[in-house]
T-cell receptor
Framework: AQSVTQLDSQVPVFEEAPVELRCNYS??????LFWYVQYPNQGLQLLLK??????LVKGINGFEAEFNKSQTSFHLRKPSVHISDTAEYFC????????????FGAGTRLAVHP | DSGVTQTPKHLITATGQRVTLRCSPR?????VYWYQQSLDQGLQFLIQ???????AKGNILERFSAQQFPDLHSELNLSSLELGDSALYFC???????????????FGPGTRLTVL
């Protein structure tokens, strides 16, 4: 069965510093991978997704993620964060047998400090 | 504003009761997905409809049911409510029949259900 592990529950970082949010998945078949952001008291917003092709995926708000099949990872990165990036970030993978069922990680709370 | 609307925003009810949550997708979107977010279980996919037909089912309890109407809005019905059903319920919409397309999935603001 597929599962998603977000290795850090909280990541504190100073403004303008780089950040990496880690995500590992387990699956014996091909999957699609997603990163979502949830700002306080709001719904989720898709940051980026990997379906196929280039392993480096660029998303909105300056975020990017790299799909590494051998390490079964899909880490999210941003070279310089802003206060406004403070939010909860979720990694998700589709379940085999149907590319409609998302399995989410537990989330990583990114706190950007001035 | 994602263009996906959900009503009501908040719902407080008692154990054993039944409630209906409503979702209106973005104009033109045929797919509606329902998710539950709780402190215990995190984010879970419940069910998806595409153009009126059930497309995929996730961890949806038998006490829960959903449907998508001809005008494409969807309703999630929760019955025999238990304390553990307290959660934020999101719906999301997209134009494509599955997440395997480049279409973006847009989320509504959610309905917060509190069961007392």
């Amino acid at each position: 069965a597929q599962s998603v592990t977000q290795l850090d529950s909280q990541v504190p970082v100073f403004e303008e510093a780089p950040v990496e949010l880690r995500c590992n998945y387990s699956s014996s078949v091909s999957v699609y991978l997603f990163w979502y952001v949830q700002y306080p008291n709001q719904g989720l917003q898709l940051l980026l997704k990997y379906l196929s092709g280039s392993t480096l995926v660029k998303g909105i708000n300056g975020f990017e993620a790299e799909f590494n099949k051998s390490q079964t990872s899909f880490h999210l990165r941003k070279p310089s964060v802003h206060i406004s990036d403070t939010a909860e970030y979720f990694c998700a993978v589709t379940l085999s047998g149907g590319y409609n069922k998302l399995i989410f990680g537990a989330g990583t709370r990114l706190a950007v400090h001035p | 504003d994602s263009g996906v609307t959900q009503t009501p925003k908040h719902l407080i009810t008692a154990t054993g009761q039944r409630v209906t949550l409503r979702c209106s997708p973005r104009s033109g979107d045929l797919s509606v997905y329902w998710y539950q977010q709780s402190l215990d279980q995190g984010l879970q996919f419940l069910i998806q409809y595409y153009n009126g037909e059930e497309r995929a089912k996730g961890n949806i309890l038998e006490r829960f049911s959903a449907q998508q109407f001809p005008d494409l809005h969807s309703e999630l019905n929760l019955s025999s409510l238990e304390l553990g059903d307290s959660a934020l319920y999101f719906c999301a919409s997209s134009g494509a029949p599955s997440l395997a397309f480049t279409d973006t999935q847009y989320f509504g603001p959610g309905t917060r259900l509190t069961v007392l």
